[in-house]
């Protein structure tokens, strides 16, 4: 059964710092992978996936992925944080093979920019 | 719509009292989800809908969870005799493509804002 882990409960950045939101996962196979973004009282929203090629994933709002497939990760990054970006932040996972496979989401990160 | 609406996006229930909750997906949408986000989790995966075929409940918690989507649109989640356990907001999510066969189209999913179920 496919996981996803989000070590850290809550990310500080100071405006205008990169940013990085850490997410691993485990799957059979080879993964789909996902990162959304949830603003208060907000649905989630789609930022970007890594589906094959690149492992670099740019997305939304500036920000950006990198498929590590060896520590199987995919961190999510951005060069220059801004206050605007503070929401929760939420990695999935989805298995390739044939068939439904779901989508598994880690527990989140809130990250917090400060100005 | 241009997105996936929900209702009633607040909730507050008796113990012990049904509940139905309504998601509206994005028009031509095959793929539809419920989610359920118990405070301060990430979303945990319910059933899932192709068309109106119901392909997967295995996340639904108990048989007092009942979920439809009877003409492949508008779905409906039940849930029957209420538990302080069952308070959570209750996400929908839909894709335009199949989650059935993978491969480079695999798309995102578009969510709702949620119906916040309260049960005292």
């Known amino acids: 059964a496919q996981s996803v882990a989000q070590p850290e409960d809550q990310v500080n950045v100071a405006e205008g710092n990169p940013l990085t939101v850490k997410c691993t996962y485990s799957?059979?196979?080879?993964?789909?992978l996902f990162w959304y973004v949830q603003y208060p009282n907000r649905g989630l929203q789609f930022l970007l996936k890594?589906?094959?090629?690149?492992?670099l994933v740019k997305g939304s709002y500036g920000f950006e992925a990198e498929f590590n497939k060896s520590q199987t990760s995919f961190h999510l990054k951005k060069p220059s944080a801004l206050v605007s970006d503070s929401a929760l932040y939420f990695c999935?996972?989805?298995?390739?093979?044939?068939?439904?496979?779901?989508?598994?989401f880690g527990t989140g990160t809130r990250l917090l920019v400060s100005p | 719509g241009a997105g996936v609406s929900q209702s009633p996006r607040y909730k507050v229930a008796k113990r012990g009292q049904d509940v139905a909750l309504r998601c509206d997906p994005i028009?031509?949408?095959?793929?539809l989800f419920w989610y359920q986000q118990a405070l301060g989790q990430g979303p945990e995966f319910l059933t899932y809908?192709?068309?109106?075929?119901?392909?997967?409940k295995s996340g639904l918690p108990s048989d007092r969870f009942f979920a439809e989507r009877p003409e492949g649109s508008v779905s409906t989640l039940k849930i029957q005799r209420t538990q302080q356990e069952d308070s959570a907001v209750y996400l929908c999510?839909?894709?335009?493509?199949?989650?059935?066969?993978?491969?480079?189209?695999?798309?995102?999913?578009?969510f709702g804002e949620g119906s916040r179920l309260t049960v005292l």
């Open positions: 999510a839909s894709s335009l493509v199949r989650w059935t066969s993978g491969g480079p189209n695999t798309g995102e999913l578009f």
């Open positions: 799957v059979s196979g080879n993964p789909y």
């Open positions: 890594y589906i094959t090629g690149d492992n």
């Open positions: 999935a996972v989805r298995g390739m093979n044939t068939g439904f496979q779901k989508l598994v």
């Open positions: 028009s031509g949408h095959v793929s």
């Open positions: 809908f192709q068309n109106e075929a119901q392909l997967d």
